[in-house]
């Protein structure tokens, strides 16, 4: 933690309280409220965290402003463009990209911890063949506590790391076992010779029956979605992973939390919603009517895949995936695909429209993934499961913080109360 370099004065009845304020390297000056209640006997008051710092951090850095994306310092543009997903999970986790022999050994290790526990097949039998998948995946990674017992002990700095690489090796082969026990095909198991998304795109699409093979374009176009979503500061999921970690709850649990939680359509659930909602629409020439819906204050809808409570700007994720789509189309001879039409339409319509323009709601990195997972051949029900995957490392690297912060005690957050004060019990006949 920076040093205070300067104080706010706060004045309650009279009295001033100094509080420190640090400056960080990038971003807004923070103040110091630790001691506010044991000074002045007063709470802050800010639902759903608009305005506060949960922990310092060193990991991923917006600004919501200009619409930029910082891994450890790193544009998420260049990483998108001249890295991999792999070498941005090393980068994650340690700090600084890889030289060739640590980005070996690390792919390695990964490549060499995909396969699950055979036992754990059993746990996908139990499911209705229509559950959703994100149900599975929440089940399943925490049944790993139950299997992986030498990688549950939070305070063995060895343990951390070998549940870190497990669950990012397996995460996708849970992810596409879910998907084949709900479309009804055998398990596909992974193989060490494909790379990380190719073993994914396999294990998802090839059946016994014949060959598989990987389409280079699309491997590429997968591991750039990984990329896109790997970590994103401390969003609903992360917090809740930290959250959840803050009692000394083993990592299997906590990632399981931190999917349980991006399930919604508010957060990582987005994409498969904002997939749903462009077929609602359909045909562009009932775009106007969604536009007005979005804009009716009466009306609960939203336009899913638009606005984020960081980016007051373009998702720079989103103008990447935008490339990626096209590209994708294009390969696969759909680029006439009438959801991208609807998509591109939509897109043009809401940025001309004053509202989205004043309250600053833009596309945001789940207004494009969609469209390429459907163009892949996924069902929108395997949209979510994939931004879990991807978004396990980040989980990982900010549980891997917090553990290793010497101020770390469990989260407990206070709350303004409004309810009833203290009254007699009324007996059944008395009331
Ligand atoms: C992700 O946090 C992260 O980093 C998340 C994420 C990550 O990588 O982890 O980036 C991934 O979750 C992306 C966001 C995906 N969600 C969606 O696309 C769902 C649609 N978006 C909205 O639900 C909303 O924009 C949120 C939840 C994303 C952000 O909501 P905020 O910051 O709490 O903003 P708000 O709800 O207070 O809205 C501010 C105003 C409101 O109008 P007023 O009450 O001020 O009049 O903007 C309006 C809202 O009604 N608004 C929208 C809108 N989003 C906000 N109006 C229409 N359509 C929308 N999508």
Not at 54 to 66: M, V, Y
Not at 227 to 239: G, I, K, P, R, Y
């Amino acid at each position: 933690m920076a040093d205070a370099q300067k104080t706010a004065t706060l004045t309650i009845d009279g009295q001033d309280y100094e509080l420190p304020i640090y400056s960080p390297t990038a971003g807004p000056d923070v103040i110091d409220i630790r001691k506010l209640y044991g000074q002045a006997g007063v709470f802050t008051y800010d639902p759903g965290f608009t305005s506060t710092a949960s922990t310092d951090s060193t990991i991923t850095f917006i600004d919501g402003g200009k619409g930029e994306l910082l891994h450890r310092g790193y544009p998420i543009d260049q990483l998108a463009g001249k890295s991999h997903y792999l070498e941005v999970c090393y980068l994650l986790l340690n700090g600084e990209l890889p030289t060739s022999e640590q980005l070996e050994d690390f792919e390695s290790r990964v490549t060499n911890h995909t396969m699950l526990h055979e036992q754990m097949m059993n746990f996908f039998r139990g499911f209705r063949r229509d559950a959703h998948p994100m149900a599975i995946m929440v089940g399943v990674v925490g049944a790993m506590s139950a299997f992986y017992h030498d990688s549950t002990d939070i305070s063995d700095p060895w343990q951390r790391e070998v549940a870190s690489i497990r669950l990012i090796a397996k995460m996708p082969t849970i992810a596409a076992m879910a998907y084949k026990y709900h479309i009804g095909q055998p398990f596909v198991y992974p193989r060490n010779d494909l790379d990380y998304a190719s073993n994914f795109l396999r294990m998802c699409f090839s059946v016994p029956a014949e060959e598989y093979q990987v389409n280079p374009i699309l491997a590429r176009a997968m591991d750039r979605i990984f990329t896109l979503h790997a970590d994103h500061e401390q969003n609903a999921s992360t917090s809740t992973v930290r959250l959840a970690s803050s009692s000394g709850a083993n990592p299997f649990a906590c990632i399981a939390a931190g999917i349980a939680c991006l399930w919604g359509p508010a957060h990582g659930g987005a994409n498969q919603a904002c997939l749903e909602m462009l077929r609602e629409i359909g045909t562009v020439d009932r775009i106007p009517e969604f536009i007005a819906r979005a804009k009716d204050k009466e009306d609960p809808f939203r336009l899913m895949g638009f606005g984020h409570r960081v980016y007051k700007n373009f998702d720079p994720r989103a103008t990447v995936m935008k490339e990626s789509a096209d590209e994708v189309l294009e390969l696969l001879g759909v680029d006439n695909n009438p959801v991208l039409q609807v998509a591109k339409e939509l897109e043009k319509a809401a940025l001309a429209d004053p509202y989205f323009a004043e309250k600053k709601l833009f596309p945001n990195v789940d207004f494009y993934s969609g469209i390429i997972l459907e163009a892949m051949g996924f069902p929108t029900s395997m949209f979510t499961p994939i931004f879990a995957m991807s978004r396990t490392v980040g989980w990982i690297s900010q549980w891997k913080e917090q553990l290793s912060d010497p101020q770390l005690k469990i989260g407990r957050p206070r709350q303004l109360y409004q309810g009833e004060t203290a009254r007699e019990y009324v007996d059944i006949e008395n009331r």
